[in-house]
T-cell receptor, first 111, second 115 residues
Framework: RKEVEQDPGPFNVPEGATVAFNCTYS??????FFWYRQDCRKEPKLLMS???SGNEDGRFTAQLNRASQYISLLIRDSKLSDSATYLC????????????FGQGTTLQVKP | GAVVSQHPSRVICKSGTSVKIECRSL??????MFWYRQFPKQSLMLMAT?????????EQGVEKDKFLINHASLTLSTLTVTSAHPEDSSFYIC???????????FGNGTRLTVT
């Protein structure tokens, strides 16, 4: 079983749609959680951290369910520029450098 | 602007040669840097943790004699792929952070192609 699992997609949605990505992690001792965005052939960039209480940043909302070992990312009012691969990332300790990456979910927003 | 610089961004080499990739933190000191590898359509995989002034810590399955890591200063870590083979062709990315509680910054990555 992979340590961090994501549906690779692709998710093809029209502009303005709401889309949700899910991710599960296997290690219950995981401490920190993140969503990264990776554009084709580029380095990943931090989109947002995920907190136990859930958090929102503009059109993006992240949720964490520790009991189910489940993380989600909701994107509202999708833009063409949101097209990318979204990586679910878990850290086993407070040392945020040692990260476990999911395979990523590809999103294509169509006009 | 970029806070972690990685060089070169792209390299093509012949099988059997060695390739050195540099990772620099531009405006902060990084006692720890990390090296990842990403094959097409796969997730980033941590290869090793580079510790300034000491030996790198390698993840299981990563050959330390194949992937030499040197972290000689607080702003520079190098990864040398020794005797590269076509199966080493991949996207190599470094990352660094000021401290464990600060965001992680990634380099722009190095796309290695071994012919």
């Amino acid at each position: 079983r992979k340590e961090v699992e994501q549906d690779p997609g692709p998710f093809n949605v029209p502009e303005g749609a709401t889309v949700a990505f899910n991710c599960t992690y296997s290690n219950s001792a995981s401490q920190s959680f993140f969503w990264y965005r990776q554009d084709c052939r580029k380095e990943p960039k931090l989109l947002m951290s995920v907190y136990s209480s859930g958090n929102e940043d503009g059109r993006f909302t992240a949720q964490l369910n520790r009991a189910s070992q489940y993380i989600s990312l909701l994107i509202r009012d999708s833009k063409l520029s949101d097209s990318a691969t979204y990586l679910c990332v878990v850290a086993l300790s407070s040392n945020t450098g040692k990260l476990i990456f999911g395979q990523g979910t590809t999103l294509q927003v169509k006009p | 602007g970029a806070v972690v610089s990685q060089h070169p961004s792209r390299v093509i080499c012949k099988s059997g040669t060695s390739v050195k990739i540099e990772c620099r933190s531009l405006d902060f000191q990084a006692t720890t840097m990390f090296w990842y590898r990403q094959f097409p359509k796969q997730s980033l995989m941590l290869m090793a943790t580079s510790n300034e002034g000491s030996k790198a810590t390698y993840e299981q399955g990563v050959e330390k004699d194949k992937f030499l890591i040197n972290h000689a200063s607080l702003t520079l870590s190098t990864l040398t792929v020794t005797s590269a083979h076509p199966e080493d062709s991949s996207f190599y990315i470094c990352s660094a952070t000021r401290d464990p509680n600060s965001p992680l910054h990634f380099g722009n990555g190095t796309r290695l192609t071994v012919t």
